[in-house]
């Protein structure tokens, strides 16, 4: 009898065993590895960038500051960025409560979704092979497990441009506009995650609707004239919400100098990213990579002051820190270190600073795109569809990082990392394909894989990293060459463990990424993570870490703001966001005059008279971070005017001659009793 039931239970089980598929068992074995790559030793990493985590425990505070995105508890300034991948975050806080984890897993969750749609699109049109070559490569991608492991909007965004090239697709081969209306819709909530940075996947799906999707041309036009209206409405709504409100009843904008989300999209999130700007390559550039005369507009509480006035702060005691060798950003040299990009150029891509977060497998996309070109040539095979979408996406992330004159940081490599992936997984079947056929496909694939082996190479010697595989490397690499020309039908074979192979350098250079917590502002694999003193990421040597580069604010100063009396609304204001986030997380009520970088107009004298007149606020931090760049009107004011309290006050024994940053010297200034001084 028991043997019956058991025999009876057991068939069930056999029953759905048999209905999993290998390949069911081979993307699940591919998702938990991008699992573990996202998610091992997450919590070291803290609270990573700090500033936006600062913003997300703001927005925390009211529906005020979660709609504005305020940066700081008083709501003085926003952040830098639309809302979407903040929203996320802070519901996330909002539900499983506020810490790291909360934070930080929203982009580890998005990181792997990413890598199983991209496999979703893959898989029906190449086939299941190169949808499982696809999605591994996006999964051990460096730069996209390293944004997967912070908490910049980088993961999220990944994933609503990869789910948009799936309605895309879905769109040119059924000719239907709704399908069209939500790939609009998800590029538009992609904008609202990192503003004109995911349009860069728009030319490709509008060339492969216009070339590929039935009907005629003037209703494919149609189409995308309707779907590109609702990519601007989506993409427009929060901005214009924002823009109309008056500026005396939101936060002044973020790394803005005329005070509109319009101007931060298109400006210092946009354009100026490309034509140059303060922090680009070889140059300082407009602070906000503007094309004109700066605009005016009313500062928060008074009229703007013109930019720069005050006299320009001293150069930091003792340099930069370790993530920033060369300079702060802006600065002299600013732009040639890791964190920045180094030169612009057609080699860029596969420089000390971009290489290794990216660069191993261009050699085969590039080659792989190629061989899809060669068998996939009709306007309505699906596969050619989709070499324009994800190639062309590939392609637009390549040129656009390779010649931007403004900030890039490495991290920003992540968003080339589907397309990359897509055009190595479905070209290693085009080219074994071609291989099987003709003496031309086998060139062509002889010379994707030697290339690639090359360029792995150089990589590895980089980044001194894996030496012991380069003997591997070039053997497996002749071995899968040397089966293509003797054994053409082992070809697939031969391109598919050829691939594997190639896959392993990225994979555990990924991996790098578990090594030790970094500094959440500049997220990478390998040695260009940027760690800050006096510890890394997470943790200092001391407890929990709370600036941006793993530096806590000075215990002597948390412990002078407990005791003195202090602002009504703010405790402390200080000259940028990079000194007030810390305090921010320690549950002070602290606000930045100048933004992140301390020199935005969001703050005039006036208006911290009026602040000051009111009790609202009254201890001034001004120094610290980003010293070399110009303050604002009521930065030059405070230190004219203001009292400047003792340094034996405030600093600890351990916050050192540098005092509150790690940047350089702080100081700090009592403005009770100067209100009128400041308003004049």
């Avoid at 609707?209 to 041309?217: D, L, Q």
């Avoid at 005070?259 to 946009?270: Q, R, T, W």
């Avoid at 793993?550 to 215990?555: I, L, S, V």
């Amino acid at each position: 009898m028991n043997g019956a039931v058991a025999a009876a239970l057991a068939r069930p089980q056999r029953a759905v065993l048999g209905r999993i598929a290998p390949r069911h068992l081979a993307l699940g074995a591919i998702l938990a590895g991008s699992a573990v790559l996202n998610v091992n030793r997450l919590a070291q990493n803290g609270y990573a960038n700090t500033y936006y985590s600062a913003a997300v425990k703001s927005m925390l505070g009211s529906l005020h500051n979660f709609f504005f995105v305020a940066y700081d508890p008083g709501g003085l300034v926003s952040v830098d960025k639309p809302p979407l991948a903040l929203w996320a975050q802070a519901i996330s806080a909002k539900v499983f409560g506020f810490g790291p984890m909360s934070l930080l897993l929203p982009s580890a969750i998005a990181g792997v979704l990413a890598v199983a749609a991209l496999y979703r699109i893959v898989a029906p049109r190449f086939g299941t092979v190169a949808g499982l070559l696809s999605a591994a490569a996006l999964a051990g991608f460096p730069s996209l497990v390293a944004v997967a492991r912070d908490n910049n909007p980088d993961a999220i965004l990944v994933l609503l441009m990869v789910l948009a090239c799936g309605a895309a697709l879905r769109a040119v081969e059924t000719g239907r506009l709704r399908s069209l209306v939500w790939c609009a819709v998800l590029v538009g909530l992609a904008f609202n995650t990192k503003m004109l940075a995911a349009y860069l996947v728009v030319p490709g799906i509008a060339v492969a609707y216009v070339v590929c999707a039935p009907g005629s041309v003037r209703r494919r036009l149609v189409h995308l004239t309707a779907a590109g209206l609702v990519m601007v409405v989506v993409s427009g709504v929060w901005i214009t919400a924002v823009d109309l409100t008056p500026a005396s009843a939101r936060p002044w904008v973020g790394s803005t100098r005329d005070n509109s989300e319009l101007g931060l999209a298109l400006n210092y999130n946009g354009l100026g990213r490309v034509a140059g700007q303060q922090g680009g390559p070889g140059r300082t550039g407009r602070p906000y990579g503007g094309f004109g005369p700066l605009a005016g507009g009313r500062a928060a509480g008074g009229p703007l002051p013109p930019p720069g006035a005050g006299p320009p702060q001293q150069a930091p005691a003792g340099g930069p820190p370790p993530g920033l060798r060369g300079g702060p950003p802006g600065g002299p040299g600013g732009s040639r270190n890791g964190a920045f990009g180094g030169p612009t150029g057609p080699l860029r891509l596969f420089s000390d600073s971009l290489g290794d977060q990216g660069a191993w497998l261009i050699p085969f996309a590039l080659l792989g795109a190629g061989g899809i070109a060669l068998t996939a040539r009709r306007r309505r095979d699906p596969r050619f569809a989709a070499l324009i979408v994800l190639g062309g996406w590939f392609l637009t992330e390549a040129v656009i990082l390779s010649v931007s004159g403004g900030i890039v940081h490495p991290y920003y490599v992540s968003a080339m990392g589907p397309g990359l992936a897509a055009m190595v997984g479905a070209g290693a079947v085009a080219l074994a394909g071609l291989a099987r056929r003709s003496g031309r496909g086998i060139a062509l694939t002889a010379v994707a894989i030697g290339a690639t082996v090359a360029v792995e190479i150089v990589l590895i010697g980089q980044q001194r990293y894996m030496s012991w595989f380069v003997p591997v490397l070039v053997a497996g690499g002749a071995a899968a060459i040397a089966l293509i020309v003797v054994r053409r039908h082992l070809a697939r074979a031969a391109v598919i463990g050829a691939v594997g192979l190639l896959l392993v350098t990225p994979v555990a250079f990924a991996s790098t990424t578990w090594s030790s917590p970094v500094s959440g502002i500049f997220p990478a694999a390998g040695k260009s993570q940027q760690p800050g003193p006096p510890g890394l990421g997470g943790r200092t040597r001391s407890g929990p870490a709370g600036g941006p580069f793993g530096q806590r604010a000075p215990a002597g100063l948390e412990r002078f703001l407990r005791t003195h009396p202090s602002g009504s609304r703010f405790q402390l204001l200080t000259q940028s966001s990079m000194s007030a986030s810390s305090l921010i997380l320690d549950g002070f009520k602290v606000g930045s005059m100048g933004g992140f970088n301390g020199d935005d107009p969001a703050l005039s004298a006036k208006g911290l008279a009026r602040l000051v007149a009111r009790g609202e606020a009254r201890y001034v931090e001004v120094g610290g971070a980003f010293p070399g760049r110009r303050a604002n009107s009521a930065t030059a004011a405070v230190q004219r005017y203001c009292t400047r309290v003792p340094s034996a006050d405030w600093q600890s024994s351990r916050s050192g001659p540098g005092g509150f940053s790690p940047f350089g010297q702080s100081t700090l200034y009592d403005c009770a009793g100067h209100a009128a001084q400041l308003a004049a």
